[in-house]
C-alpha cells in the first residue's frame, strides 16, 4: 500500500506542477471557469502558482501532508465552478456533456487527494 500512495502522491505532485504552469502559459483556459466578479488574472495567475507549490509540497517529506491538505482544499473550493459549470447555457470547458463528465473527475480528484493527505497508520 505505500508504493501505491507513493505512486499516487507522485502522480498527483506532477498533475498540479502541469496545470499551475499552464495557467501562465494557456491563461486563456481557465478564464472562462473564473466568476465575473472574481479579480481574473489575480486568479488565474494565483492559482496557477498556488498550484505549483503545492504540487513541489507533495514532493517533499517534510511537507507532504500539509501540501496533500492543500490540495484537498483546494479541489473543495473549485468544485462549484464545475457543478455552477453542468447548468451554465455556455460551459466554460466546452460542452454540456464535458462539464457533466468533468465533475465525478473533480470529485476523484477530491478523493484522490484525501487518500494522498492521509497520515500512515502506525
Known sequence: M??????LTYLM???????GVNHF?????????????LPTNFINYGSGLLEIILGIGLVIPKFRYQAALGVLILMLI??????????????????????????PVQFLFILWAWFVSRKAEA
Open 13 to 19: 505532485a506532477a498533475f498540479m506542477i502541469y496545470g
Open 78 to 103: 473549485f468544485l462549484p465552478l464545475h457543478v455552477m459549470d453542468v447548468f451554465a447555457e455556455t460551459p466554460a470547458i466546452g460542452s454540456h456533456e464535458a462539464a457533466i463528465v468533468r465533475l
Open 2 to 7: 505505500k508504493i501505491f500512495k507513493s505512486i
Open 25 to 37: 502559459l494557456k491563461p486563456a483556459m481557465y478564464v472562462p471557469f473564473i466568476p465575473d466578479f
